[in-house]
């Protein structure tokens, strides 16, 4: 999910870091010939759920999959084009989300209940609207019926679930074959690390570049890394291992232009983080530094990482202020460079996180005078919005009432005209009528207007659908603060205000700390979470300097226990009988984590993906009492889903490192250290798997003829710590990006209109514009 817009603004503000893919054509590539984007990657890394959902449910395809095997097919096929794209010389690590901290499960919760809600709300929506055209004499034969199969429900797509444990087995397999039989895979090593490994795909990958660059020593600064995955953070991550050579490719999304359907469907890019930096560099340049500090881009990079946070992401709710597409990103770099002197220098130093896990790491004071700053202009951005918003609904009403009495008009002349070729004792249609005694111009008619009034109702932009929520809270008029602690948080009185106010802040502090720690070390708890659906104001932070945590790391949850903490009751099918029981039975002691009925908070919001899901937070304790005993009792075929497991590693017979994996010893259970002269620097623990999944390797080894794949597992270093800095040795690109690619952006909240270029909200007039071709097309039809 990551960061809302961030790769829209991105690649809007500095374009040169977008670089078209290059392909080779033809259905027999050789992958082993040189890479046609002109770099030799070494490693290639999949952030697989990126892949997994559009091969589950694919958006444009004529015929989505109804099987497992289908979706696995899609997958393989999927992954072979990246790999021809990149072509990896050194590695290929496969990372799926396995069981994922505490503060990301109550993200995960609320989306997947959330799209259940809307669902239903649709599905009831749809019944309503055709029993009012039935009664009116229209009827329509439309069913909406969803035809069930054994990949219906995405949200099978979580660790714990049949799908992702086939899904483990079926990629073992086709590594296996790729290795045996494509010479393009031949040399490479290949981990997978599979949804029981814990961990989110994309932390994992990134754990696994830091540790190998501060952990080996034989690892080569100029290493060449590939990411592939679409959510946002991804780039922010990848800024944060202060890597050189590091791309991230991305599927781009398709547009008209692209001549075939399977050009639109593959066409890729590039963003080259080399250049990013360059970027920063230059747009992040403070003219006039305090005497006492040295310019040191890690640092700023580190700084802009920071200030990323302040825009929400799937551990912290974004602050009501900061909107990327209000420009917020540039605000805060604006005030960042402006006040760098006052604030007397860095927000951060990571490189202290050797020394000091607490807050060492971070200037508290300095964070408080900076958001502080930003939250002086709350109140511009505030009535900007409110007008803008103001003035977008009354142009949607004004064309409303035109298109209202438009449409009436026509609407007459038609009717009149049709009567005219009727008698006076013909009737309209009833539901009871069959379909053999109604004219089949009449349903296609009928058809048309109620498709129209449902995607009316159902477009997603409440402007639009005549679905907007009162604005309670009114942000920009008189009060504004005070109403959004009584909407959003039920107090009342002032002193009230102010206590949770401080409860909110220090929240939200450790939150900011939290999320520094994830993004540079490692998981600094799996248990904390941002208790509060709702962010402080951008204005309340005061007091930071005051906050002192010390997080409790524990352990991660096992992904039965994930799934029932975030699945909601239409999903129970996910888990084994015993645990379903627990969601559905009323005498559960945990039923009321699983509602049925819950607000979803559209206040202020324009788009109905952005609103609110306010359910119950996770509570973990009780949770974990009412499974513990049921684990005891799982059979055979479930024990080996609900196991947290380590990652596995593929190699050739034939590769270097062969030699010390057959040295292991199936009679002793030993751990050994990779030899990095015969892995290509890579750092690390190797020994035998363990009972658990000991059968499953050997049903997909003994599936494949002559086979000559080698499987151990894989585990890092735990005692190296990510110092974020430049390597000694690494060799820089030649710079590509001059101070004429910056481009000075004026604030959003200073400048007339929603966008700086542009007269009107090209949103609103494409909207006038689709609806009066439509209507046009529509009288063409009706007039003969």
């Not at 992401?313 to 006052?342: C, Q, W």
Request: hydrophobic fraction near 35%; glycine fraction near 4%; aromatic fraction near 12%.
């Amino acid at each position: 999910m990551g960061v809302p817009s961030f790769y829209r603004w991105l690649t809007n503000k500095y374009p040169n870091v977008v670089v078209k893919a290059a392909e080779d054509e033809g259905e027999c590539i050789n992958i082993s010939l040189p890479n046609p984007n002109g770099i030799e990657f070494d490693n290639l890394y999949l952030d697989m759920n990126t892949i997994i959902h559009p091969c589950f449910h694919p958006d444009d395809h004529p015929r989505p999959p109804k099987t497992f095997e289908e979706v696995f097919d899609n997958i393989f096929k999927y992954v072979d084009n990246l790999f021809s794209i990149v072509r990896p010389r050194k590695l290929l690590y496969m990372a799926i989300d396995g069981v994922a901290p505490l503060a990301k499960m109550n993200q995960q919760r609320s989306g997947r209940f959330g799209t259940i809600k809307m669902r239903e709300d649709s599905d009831a929506d749809f019944e309503k609207l055709k029993a009012q055209f039935e009664m009116e004499g229209k009827p329509v034969f439309l069913h909406r019926r969803r035809k069930e199969s054994e990949v219906s429900d995405p949200n099978i797509i979580t660790p714990g679930t049949e799908f992702m444990y086939k899904l483990s087995k079926a990629l073992r397999s086709y590594v296996i074959s790729r290795i045996n039989t494509d010479p393009g895979w031949r040399d490479i090593k290949v981990i997978i690390s599979d949804a029981n490994v814990p961990g989110e795909g994309e932390h994992k990958i990134m754990s696994f570049i830091c540790k190998q660059r501060n952990g080996s020593a034989g690892y080569n600064p100029n290493t060449r890394h590939c990411l592939f995955g679409m959510d946002a953070d991804l780039i922010i991550l990848a800024l944060a291992t202060h890597e050189v050579h590091l791309s991230i490719l991305r599927k781009k999304s398709p547009s008209i232009q692209e001549s075939s359907e399977e050009e639109r469907a593959w066409s890729c890019e590039f963003v080259h983080v080399w250049i990013l930096r360059e970027y920063l560099e230059l747009d992040m340049k403070i003219s006039e530094p305090p005497a006492n500090v040295k310019i040191d881009l890690e640092r700023i990079v580190d700084d802009f990482i920071f200030l990323s946070f302040f825009l929400g992401n799937d551990f912290l709710p974004r602050m009501p202020s900061l909107e990327v597409h209000e420009g917020a990103i540039d605000l805060m770099m604006t005030v960042y460079k402006k006040e760098f002197k006052n604030l007397g220098g860095y927000l951060l130093d990571m490189s202290r996180l050797v020394q000091d896990k607490r807050t060492g790491y971070i200037n508290l004071s300095r964070v408080e005078k900076f958001i502080l700053l930003v939250g002086s202009y709350e109140e511009k951005i505030f009535k900007k919005r409110s007008e803008f918003r103001e003035h977008t609904l009354r142009n949607l009403c004004k064309y409303s009432d035109n298109q209202d009495e438009y449409e009436g008009g026509n609407m007459d002349h038609i009717s009149t005209r049709n009567n005219s070729h009727s008698s006076s004792s013909e009737k309209a249609p009833t539901s009871r009528d069959s379909a053999e005694s109604i004219d089949f111009s009449e349903i296609v008619k009928n058809r048309k207007e109620f498709i129209e009034k449902w995607e009316h109702n159902h477009n997603s932009d409440l402007f639009k659908n005549g679905r907007l929520p009162p604005n309670k809270v009114r942000l920009g008029t008189a009060g504004w603060k005070e109403r959004y602690y009584k909407e959003k948080f039920s107090v009342e009185t002032w002193r009230d205000t102010e206590n949770l106010r401080k409860e909110i802040v220090k929240k939200y502090t450790e939150g900011l700390l939290w999320l520094l720690l994830y993004y540079f070390s490692e998981f600094p708890s799996w248990s904390w979470f941002y208790p509060y659906h709702y962010s402080p104001f951008a204005s309340d932070l005061k007091g930071l300097a005051e906050v002192s945590v010390e997080f409790q790391k524990g352990s991660p949850l096992k992904p039965f226990d994930q799934l029932l903490a975030v699945l909601p009751q239409k999903s129970a099918h996910a888990l084994p009988k015993a645990y379903q029981a627990l969601m559905t039975k009323a005498e559960s002691k945990i039923i009321d984590f699983y509602p049925t009925d819950f607000d979803i908070d559209f206040d202020g919001k324009r788009f109905s993906w952005q609103g609110i899901v306010k359910l119950p937070f996770i509570e973990e304790e009780r949770l974990l009492s009412e499974t513990k005993e049921l684990e005891k009792g799982l059979q055979r075929d479930e024990a080996p889903r609900n196991i947290n497991n380590v990652d596995q590693l593929y190699v050739s017979s034939k590769h270097n490192l062969a030699s010390q994996i057959l040295s292991l010893s199936p009679n002793q259970n030993k751990v050994v250290e990779i030899d990095t002269s015969l892995s290509d620097g890579i750092s690390g623990f190797i020994h035998l798997p363990n009972e658990d999944t000991e059968i499953v390797y050997k049903e997909v080894h003994n599936s494949i003829e002559d086979n000559c794949v080698l499987c151990v597992s894989f585990e890092m270093r735990n005692d190296v710590v990510h110092i974020p800095r430049l390597l000694d040795g690494v060799i820089f690109p030649i710079k590509s990006i001059t101070d004429g690619d910056i481009i000075e952006t004026k604030l959003w909240h200073e400048y007339q209109g929603n966008k700086p270029s542009n007269r009107y909200d090209i949103s609103v007039l494409a909207y006038y514009i689709l609806h009066l071709l439509n209507w046009f097309l529509y009288l063409v039809d009706a007039l003969g």
